[in-house]
């Protein structure tokens, strides 16, 4: 009788235990407003959802090669008959109004996307518009994967390349190390390729150039191979994390992907980690999926916006999972192809918001500690924080990893207010100066809170930067918010 009895409570405490929950993410579910925002006829947006903006004229550039650089030769006439200035959109991730110049012409670059494969050489040729994930589900056909790309394939290369964006594969740099050559049309019409050996210096301007000096038109990357991995993880605390970041990933030849993780919950706030890594296995390489289902994860992710349980609940399903989820085995390319989507914010009412801070190893602990009670205080809610190590990028001009650096990327939910847009402006400000005191830099395509005397402490190459945009492009045809903002 005594074990029937006891039964009976573990049953009903094991269904209250997964009805909160679930009730939770229902409720997140029945919250959403699904209303649809249409952009009106003649106005452009970007990620942000706080820049609407009027253009003269918005144009779809032509998926085929042989078109493209007369209509952008007639473009460019029209702009300067006009007086207008060209700005270049993607996917338009950048939040700071990098895709927009205010009544001026707005390119988009989507259509643009052939690709074609030197299996010899292992290089990919590819139209600026495509999507990553374009590029994967092209290479994995041939059993070959993207060498260095940001967590998510709904980025154009175009858009990546302007960024200099930052991957979590191993150990490497940014996308700019992967870059074997590109062409780019300058505002006069002319079309130059640009590489390591040729027209060295406008290679270097354009990666992380955030589109100020040309039109990017075929990319030539370099690829890998497709692999096969399996999932690894620990949780540790952030004192510990680069000994065993060091221990477990840069000293084990086997592990291609790696990120972590930093608890964000008021309970034990920025003092729980997790180190998440997959290490390459011999044996067959899973088909990559061309659909996934992730609309329980995405509520997940959700539930945590403005909710301290649901803050704890997705740190503990994601824990759990890892237990779960580990040794199984997952295609590289799989991996690689997660869409925005997964974290999509439907709240009409707020948006989403990314910074990301770049701090030597050396001041990593120092960093953390200084940003806890910064975050803590504000009235922004915090997402998410994932750490990602970059090495020294020699390749752009811009750069932000002057040496080798963990990157920080932190998400942020804001309300469309203006309480909130002043509340974002002082926690950035003081999350860029924790950054500059640890000797580190910030990532320049988000919101432009930064004034320009500090974004020169972090790039004290701006000047010269800007001065170079002018050798190539005189009358500044190609402008946008950010080169408005700190020219």
Not at 109 to 126: A, F, G
Not at 294 to 308: A, H, I, P, W, Y
Request: proline share 3%; charged share 25%; glycine share 6%.
């Amino acid at each position: 009788m005594k074990t029937k009895y006891f039964w009976l409570i573990g049953a009903v405490c094991l269904i209250f235990f997964i009805s909160i929950p679930t009730f939770h993410l229902l409720t997140t579910k029945w919250k959403e407003n699904r209303t649809e925002v249409e952009i009106a006829q003649g106005y452009t947006n970007d990620a942000s959802q706080l820049n609407l903006t009027k253009m003269d004229t918005i144009i779809t550039i032509p998926a085929d090669k042989n078109l493209i650089e007369a209509q952008l030769k007639d473009i460019f006439k029209y702009a300067r008959e006009k007086g207008l200035k060209i700005s270049i959109s993607g996917a338009k991730h950048s939040m700071g109004g990098h895709t927009i110049s205010p009544d001026g012409v707005l390119l988009n670059m989507l259509p643009y996307k052939h690709m074609e494969l030197d299996t010899v050489n292992n290089i990919l040729s590819i139209g600026s518009g495509a999507l990553w994930e374009d590029a994967l589900k092209y290479l994995d056909g041939y059993g070959k994967s993207i060498a260095i790309m940001q967590a998510f394939s709904s980025f154009s290369i175009g858009g990546s390349i302007s960024v200099n964006g930052h991957g979590w594969q191993k150990d490497l740099p940014p996308i700019s190390k992967s870059i074997h050559s590109f062409s780019i049309m300058l505002a006069n019409g002319k079309v130059l390729d640009c590489s390591r050996s040729e027209n060295q210096e406008l290679f270097k301007l354009v990666l992380g150039g955030y589109g100020l000096f040309g039109v990017i038109l075929d990319v030539k990357l370099h690829v890998v191979d497709n692999t096969a991995l399996t999932y690894k993880y620990i949780r540790l605390s952030p004192a510990n994390y680069v000994s065993y970041y060091k221990k477990y990933v840069s000293d084990n030849p086997n592990v291609n992907l790696v990120f972590g993780r930093l608890r964000i919950s008021d309970k034990h706030f920025l003092e729980e980690a997790t180190l998440n890594y997959f290490e390459e296995v011999q044996t067959d390489i899973p088909t990559l999926q061309q659909t996934k289902s992730t609309e329980t994860q995405r509520l997940v992710f959700r539930g945590s916006v403005g909710s301290e349980y649901g803050k704890r609940l997705r740190w503990d399903l994601e824990t759990g999972k890892n237990k779960i989820s580990k040794n199984e085995i997952y295609s590289r390319n799989e991996l690689l192809n997660d869409h925005v989507s997964l974290i999509e914010n439907k709240d009409t009412s707020s948006t989403d918001l990314l910074q990301e801070y770049f701090i030597p190893e050396r001041h990593f602990n120092h960093f953390i500690q200084d940003i806890k009670p910064i975050l803590k205080k504000s009235t922004i809610d915090l997402l998410n924080i994932t750490i990602r190590g970059v090495r020294e990028d020699r390749d752009s001009y811009l750069n932000y990893a002057k040496e080798d650096v963990y990157g920080f990327v932190i998400l942020f939910n804001q309300k469309k207010t203006k309480e909130q847009e002043e509340a974002m402006r002082e926690l950035t400000n003081e999350l860029v100066d924790a950054a500059l005191k640890n000797e580190g830099t910030f990532y320049l395509p988000y919101r432009l809170h930064i004034d320009r005397e500090k974004m020169r402490k972090a790039y004290p190459q701006a000047d010269s930067f800007f001065d170079l945009k002018l050798k190539y492009d005189p009358k500044a045809v190609f402008s946008n918010r950010f080169y408005e903002h700190y020219k």
